[in-house]
């Protein structure tokens, strides 16, 4: 319910109500200005007239002061800053505020923004296009299906800011390339939850991101199936252990590959805007449906030419041993191990990955900012590993989306694999909050969050 106060007079008006800080981000954040998340820290979240009008109240790190800064969408759909308070002395002032003179004075402005000349127009993912012989699947699921009803929502909110540089992304993400683009646009709201700044002056690499004095390039890239039209939707091999593991030491690693040495060929780092910075590609695995869910162990052998082993030491204790790995066979092609090791890889400062650039990512993230039918319910069960620790910390969960124990970050999932031979390598400070994974007197150094 909306919160109701009186005036002077005794009249009771409808006024601000609070909002979950998840679907205050999923509205706001990617207009959200750099230094403004830099330089503050949000308080409390609220919305008038239907989320007409949405502000917050932050406090201002360097001062330990209060604003209050109000947000409402531009002629093109997206929530702009528009207006800021006086600085303020502690969050219970600013919240007053709100309900008070400055969110009083909220309810009738009428924004009127300049021209926003420094992004390109966003785009509109389910827009009807002409000479489509075939919708994906998928795609026609989260376009007419309410099950999906939460990352459809969020997908019109961040596909508003994402201008399509290639002239393909809308056409592709409705057909053959469904799951490609998914992923493109989750590590765009990926990169912008870690507060890069996305200059969009060139359409190749992907992404062009800066942040503190730095700019880094990324290149995304996938393993496809096939039959793209048919991966997302189905049920994947293989299953059984005995299969899994052969697979992952040689057909995966083949798999992933391809996709990584046919961007290298492409020489992104002689182009003249990004020569000098750090270039990584960033892949994720579409091969078969949820495919990406047991994948992921086969990247490491891939990329470092590493195994790891598990054996007995002397006094009968499990240790883990990393042993240089042969290359990957499969029938009669051969595909070298560590990657990194490639010609040329020198010029590839890191690969990026996730598990969770699919479109259940933009269902759960949905869900939590209040997206959606209320009558369709999420649940997420998995393994929790600690990274620094490995296996031996697996916790298994099942847990509610929409639990109050339950959180989730954007950047949640990504590892970045970090190449020991660099021309330039990547800050890890630049990615905070995700796994990073070097090589270090020939063995895996792994450093993230714990769980």
């Known amino acids: 319910m909306a919160e109701v106060h009186p005036d002077t007079q005794g009249e009771e008006h409808r006024f601000f109500e609070r909002m979950s800080r998840e679907r205050f981000d999923a509205l706001v954040l990617w207009g959200m200005p750099q230094q403004m998340r830099d330089d503050t820290l949000s308080a409390s979240h609220w919305s008038a007239d239907d989320e007409r009008v949405i502000a917050g109240v ?22 702009r800053p528009f207006q800021r308070s006086h600085f303020l002395p502690s969050a219970r002032a600013g919240e007053l505020a709100i309900r008070r003179d400055f969110g009083r004075d909220l309810l009738t402005a009428q924004p009127d923004y300049p021209a926003d000349t420094a992004r390109p127009k966003g785009i509109n993912l389910f827009e009807t296009l002409g000479n489509i012989g075939r919708h994906h699947d998928a795609y026609v699921m989260l376009r007419d299906g309410f099950n ?18 290639d002239g393909n992304l809308v056409r592709d993400f409705q057909t053959s390339g469904y799951s490609a683009r998914i992923w493109e646009l989750y590590l765009w709201a990926t990169l912008r939850a870690l507060n890069f700044d996305m200059d969009y002056a060139h359409a190749a690499p992907d992404f062009c991101i800066r942040k503190g004095g730095k700019t880094v390039f990324i290149e995304a890239t996938t393993v496809n199936a096939e039959d793209t039209f048919s991966s997302a939707i189905g049920a994947g091999p293989p299953d059984a252990p005995e299969q899994l593991w052969a697979f992952l030491e040689n057909q995966m690693p083949q798999k992933f590959g391809s996709p990584l040495f046919s961007k290298m060929q492409k020489r992104y780092w002689d182009k003249p805007h990004v020569v000098g910075h750090p270039f990584l590609l960033a892949i994720a695995d579409f091969h078969a449906p949820a495919s990406m869910r047991w994948s992921h162990a086969a990247l490491p052998f891939y990329l470092y030419g590493l195994r790891l082993v598990t054996t007995v030491d002397a006094e009968n204790q499990l240790v883990d041993l990393f042993v240089p790995g042969s290359d990957h066979v499969v029938g009669g092609k051969v595909v070298p191990t560590n990657f990194f090791a490639q010609p040329q890889a020198e010029n590839i400062s890191g690969v990026l990955f996730s598990n969770a650039g699919t479109i259940v990512k933009f269902s759960r993230m949905g869900t939590r900012a209040g997206f959606g039918d209320p009558w369709v319910s999420l649940v997420r069960k998995g393994v929790l590993i600690d990274p620094a620790i490995g296996m031996n910390s697996a916790v298994e969960f099942n847990i509610d989306v929409e639990s109050p124990d339950y959180s989730e970050g954007w950047a949640d999932e990504i590892i970045l694999f970090h190449n020991p031979r660099a021309h330039h390598p990547v800050d890890e400070a630049l990615f905070p909050g995700i796994t990073h994974v070097h090589l270090h007197d020939g063995e895996y150094v792994v450093r993230g969050p714990s769980i």
């Open 58 to 79: 932050f406090h201002v790190i360097a001062t330990k002061e209060f604003m209050c800064i109000a947000f409402a969408r531009d002629t093109d759909g997206r929530y």
């Open 148 to 165: 999906q009803g939460a990352a459809r929502a969020l997908l019109e909110e961040v596909s508003r800011w994402v201008p399509d540089l």
